[in-house]
């Protein structure tokens, strides 16, 4: 697991493939000014525009890199560093968002499909204390993802290890993330060690799992809203999208294994490699039945919310030592797109809770 750690930026790469990477980088984002330390998606760099810009890496350079290496080496110095090695090494699943001076780091786990896209959540969470995104295994495209929650956070806990070793930390898991940072904070707390904080973010189990009450007003929300969006398309691109739905659907109903996309091959897209770690995410979150934690747990909750519980109090306050909940503008994906100023105040506010206790 030390391998994982490499940090490229401390490497030296040549001016010459700096100044090549330099030429494809301008070419792909059209920009004619673009820095070595300056961050791909920090300049205009987009997915399908990364899937281009290791495209022209393999014909500059004949050697082919998964898309999401761009994560991990996203200025053109760390990419030429990564470049100049013999080989691949293994990423840690921890991407830095944040640099911090404070002993407790804050752990932010992905949402479905598996990317750590919180780097504007991050840089406006105010706080002394350095921000990792946890990113799932099976991102870079060349390894198989995990199939259930306890492996990610047994992986995860792995790679913090290597980070810290002793002392607090800060738990914090958006969507199907929160139930990764619940599992990490569970195995955590039974080795005696202290969880400072433990945030879930519009996170749920599975349906199977819901109270009663909830899972039948869940399913009857979700009807109307598949409806209600059907009837507003035309007839052939709906009856496709029910059948793509309902064969989708069958495996994970029979407990089977999604099928693997490429078998044995590299997943260079995004666009594939996302959904196929994605369909290993549902698969390990109809697995995972959520344990009560002795702890305190912190959920914020969005204002609108079309396919999600409306009452997380019904489904976690039981769940744990102590339940609070806050209420952010947006929905589930828009509360840490268009509206993560007002998420990222009350995770400042709750770092801070947590630091003064």
Same mark, same amino acid.
């Given at each position: 697991m030390g391998e994982m750690l490499r940090n490229l930026d401390s490497d030296k790469p040549s001016a010459a493939t700096i100044n090549v990477l330099t030429q494809i980088w301008q070419r792909v984002l059209e920009r004619s000014q673009i820095g070595p330390e300056d961050r791909f998606y920090d300049i205009g760099g987009t997915d399908p525009l990364a899937d281009r810009l290791f495209v022209e890496i393999a014909g500059a350079f004949d050697r082919q890199l998964p898309?999401?290496?761009?994560?991990?080496?996203?200025?053109?110095?760390?990419?030429?560093?990564?470049?100049?090695?013999?080989?691949?090494?293994?990423?840690?699943?921890?991407?830095?968002?944040?640099?911090?001076?404070?002993?407790?780091?804050?752990?932010?786990?992905?949402?479905?499909?598996?990317?750590?896209?919180f780097s504007?959540?991050?840089?406006?969470?105010?706080?002394?204390?350095?921000?990792?995104?946890?990113?799932?295994?099976?991102?870079?495209?060349?390894?198989?993802?995990?199939?259930?929650?306890?492996?990610?956070?047994?992986?995860?806990?792995?790679?913090?290890?290597?980070?810290?070793?002793?002392?607090?930390?800060?738990?914090?898991?958006?969507?199907f993330g929160g139930l990764i940072a619940l599992e990490m904070a569970q195995r955590l707390s039974a080795e005696g060690k202290n969880i400072a904080l433990l945030v879930l973010v519009d996170t749920y189990p599975h349906p199977r799992y819901l109270p009663l009450g909830q899972r039948l007003s869940l399913s009857a929300k979700r009807i109307k809203g598949h409806i209600s969006d059907l009837t507003r398309k035309p007839l052939r691109t709906a009856l496709s999208q029910v059948l793509s739905a309902l064969k989708s659907r069958l495996p994970m109903?029979?407990?089977?294994?999604?099928?693997?996309?490429?078998?044995?091959?590299?997943?260079?897209?995004? !666009? +594939?490699?996302?959904? =196929?770690?994605?369909?290993? &995410?549902? #698969?390990? @979150?109809?697995?995972?039945?959520?344990?009560?934690?002795?702890?305190?747990?912190?959920?914020?909750?969005?204002?609108?919310?079309?396919?999600l519980p409306t009452d997380p109090t019904a489904v976690w306050k039981n769940m744990? !030592? +102590?339940?609070?909940? =806050?209420?952010?503008?947006? &929905?589930? #994906?828009? @509360?840490v797109a268009e509206h993560f100023e007002s998420l990222a105040a009350v995770l400042t506010a709750c770092v801070a809770g947590a630091s003064r206790g």
């Open positions: 898309t999401a290496t761009i994560c991990h080496a996203p200025t053109i110095t760390a990419l030429a560093a990564l470049l100049e090695q013999s080989s691949l090494p293994l990423f840690s699943p921890l991407v830095k968002l944040k640099a911090g001076s404070g002993k407790t780091p804050i752990l932010i786990a992905h949402g479905l499909g598996g990317r750590a896209s504007e959540l991050a840089k406006h969470i105010r706080t002394e204390h350095a921000i990792y995104g946890i990113q799932a295994k099976g991102v870079d495209g060349m390894e198989e993802p995990f199939e259930r929650i306890e492996d990610m956070a047994a992986f995860y806990l792995e790679a913090l290890s290597q980070l810290q070793s002793e002392g607090s930390i800060i738990l914090i898991g958006y969507s109903a029979r407990g089977g294994k999604p099928r693997a996309l490429f078998e044995g091959a590299v997943r260079l897209s995004f !666009a +594939e490699t996302i959904e =196929h770690v994605k369909a290993r &995410d549902l #698969l390990a @979150m109809r697995r995972y039945r959520p344990r009560f934690y002795r702890g305190k747990m912190i959920f914020v909750r969005p204002e609108a919310n079309s396919y744990a !030592a +102590e339940f609070q909940v =806050h209420t952010v503008p947006g &929905d589930h #994906l828009g @509360m």
